[in-house]
């Protein structure tokens, strides 16, 4: 059960942070920066990426009862952004749940540097990533072992972002734009079929009469 649930967690978050994706887009954004910059803004961005998923973590399905929003609405909800974030890596385009639109990259090539946004948000703890957070926390909730286990994969994928980060010209070199599209297509189809699952999961939790 534990392995299971840390399988779980683990593709979740790999698929969502997409570590060889992003190290791929931060590469190209940072392709007139020096390498001690670029590595100094890939460290920065991931700690403050990491204290925003982990602070939602654990005030997340506060605030939705706060807000009277059930989990297993937000399940729904999340699963249906979800899925449309998988739609964009399948098809590999740009709608602004994990990229920047033209006029928030207009504005990154005017700075130099893009720790904060886009970096950290949203490319790494974008709307996709903190609704998976509160998901898989929701699905452990009351098992503090299991919710410790989330909590550990989400520092492994964290810490495998970093390491992506910072050697993201040896990332871009060998994966090229084409291959970091290859690798998104890929994650996306999985990530499609676990937005499927939050859904249904959802479903069963507002309907438990007409879904079984």
Known sequence: MI????VTAFITFFVILDPPGTAAVFAAMTRNVADHHRRHMARRATLLAAIMLFAFAFIGEGLL???GISLPAFRVAGGVLLFLLAAD??????????STT?????????????????????????PGAMTSVVLMMGAAAGDYQRQAVVLAM???V??????????AGRVLRVLGLTGAHVV???LGIILAALAAQFVIDG???ALPGLVG
């Open 184 to 186: 998104g297509r890929v």
């Open 89 to 98: 890596m399948v098809f590999a385009r740009q709608s602004g749940l994990r």
């Open 65 to 67: 009862r706060i807000l």
């Open 158 to 167: 964290m810490a495998l972002l970093l390491g992506m980060l910072l050697a």
């Open 154 to 156: 989400l520092a492994v």
């Open 102 to 126: 033209p006029v928030e990259d207009a504005e990154t090539a005017a700075r130099e540097d893009i720790t904060v946004f886009p970096l950290a948000f949203p490319l790494i703890a974008g």
């Open 3 to 6: 392995i299971e649930a840390a």
């Open 203 to 205: 479903l069963k939790g």
